[in-house]
């Protein structure tokens, strides 16, 4: 990882049900989308300083639903 | 409950509005007005039974009013107490379980036949309205979600309250770092709701076979998913028997996974965080009282039934 790598989030929408977790943690990156809570992102890219919180909505997704990969 | 897509979703969608994290975000005020004039009651009393006198009520109060169930009809007495009554016999009287079982139905049947006549904002009479109109929903089946709401959303809530103050109870030293350091509610909650979630297992219909563990399972055989057993599971979770406020990842299932979710979990995460925002902020002190005995109700939840504590003056 290199310090100029710009990351990508997105959400798959076959695993969200709307547990949440990524948008109690990281709610500059996400937000409700629906009535049963599945998120959509509010970036593309992570801005440099949201990188760590990203990450921990990957991590705390009980689905597996957050994906972050190079963009 | 047992539904499978597409009517379950359907069915869902029935109740989600009121449970959304929107919707919830908007009932965070008149909750924490109700939890403050309670701990404030309560701690100036010096000695209480916080399950019912505390875990009940708040989530009582928050089911029983606009947009959810609706402003509760007059029963003869509190109608707390008088739920509670209910849901203690049909949790722990098994000889009174089915009658504790029939008052509710009936409690709700009066409560669809009183939106009949006055329509409110509430689900009941938003249920009314799709029966009316024609929709894939009978009668029989609104009752069925009523019920569903009266248990998951009050039952099911006030025993992870109980849960969350026993263990506050019994470790002073969790409120004394929670009140330090406010920001570590939520992440404490989830852990806590790793440890204690109430909702020991769910009960589900195989849809297909599955090899597990070398034993094979067949479809259409009931199986029991022992959530508690995963959230304590070492290969998830490092030192699952420990409690740890901090702990990242936390992918629990205090409120389980996939279509079948917990509906009312933005609900559930928001009484908790409120309760203890205020509890550790008004009423740090607070130990069960001497020689207390505590008494858990049988059943799938794990419920506290009783809770006696004092408040120590700060």
Redesign the interface.
């Known amino acids: 990882m290199s310090a100029g790598t710009k990351y990508r989030l997105s959400i798959d929408p076959e695993r969200c049900v709307g547990h949440g977790r990524c948008y109690d943690l990281a709610p500059a990156l996400f937000a409700p989308e629906d009535d049963e809570g599945h998120a959509r992102v509010l970036v593309q890219i992570v801005p440099a300083d949201q990188l760590e919180r990203a990450r921990m909505a990957v991590a705390s997704c009980p689905e597996g639903a957050v994906i972050l990969d190079e963009a | 409950v047992e539904a499978n897509p597409p009517r379950h979703a359907w069915l869902?969608?029935l109740v989600?509005?009121a449970?959304?994290?929107?919707?919830v975000a908007t009932y965070e005020e008149r909750i924490r007005e109700h939890v403050i004039e309670l701990i404030e009651r309560l701690a100036a009393r010096g000695a209480c039974d916080l399950v019912p006198e505390f875990a009940f009520p708040v989530p009582a109060k928050m089911m029983f009013h606009p947009p959810l169930l609706g402003h509760p009809l007059p029963v003869e007495g509190d109608w707390i107490a008088v739920f509670q009554g209910w849901v203690h016999d049909l949790k722990t009287n098994p000889a009174k379980s089915a009658q504790a079982g029939k008052m509710i139905l009936a409690y709700l049947e009066r409560l669809l036949a009183d939106r009949d006549a006055h329509p409110q904002d509430d689900i009941p009479s938003e249920l009314l309205e799709v029966v009316r109109s024609g929709g894939d929903l009978n009668r029989q089946e609104a009752l069925g979600i009523m019920f569903v709401l009266f248990m998951g959303g009050i039952e099911t809530p006030a025993n992870a309250i109980g849960l969350l103050l026993l263990h506050f109870a019994h470790h002073p030293e969790d409120v004394e770092r929670l009140r330090a350091n406010p920001d570590e509610i939520?992440s404490a909650i989830?852990e806590l709701l790793r440890f204690y979630g109430p909702s020991q297992g769910v009960r589900r219909t195989l849809t297909e076979d599955v090899c597990l563990h070398g034993q094979t399972l067949s479809k259409g055989e009931p199986v029991w998913l022992l959530l508690n057993g995963a959230d304590r599971d070492e290969l998830e979770f490092e030192h699952a028997q420990e409690i740890r406020f901090d702990r990242?990842?936390?992918?629990?299932?205090g409120?389980g996974?996939?279509?079948h979710?917990c509906?009312g979990?933005?609900l559930a995460?928001l009484l908790l965080r409120v309760i203890t925002q205020e509890l550790v902020d008004r009423a740090p002190r607070f130990r069960l009282q001497d020689g207390a005995q505590l008494r858990w109700g049988m059943g799938v939840s794990r419920s506290l039934e009783t809770l006696p504590v004092v408040f120590e003056r700060p």
């Not at chain 2, 449970?19 to 919707?23: D, E, G, H, I, N």
């Not at chain 2, 990242?248 to 299932?253: D, E, F, G, S, V």
């Open positions: 869902r969608k989600a509005k449970l959304s994290p929107q919707a939520p989830e990242h990842p936390n992918r629990h299932l409120f996974a996939g279509p979710r509906i979990s933005h995460r």
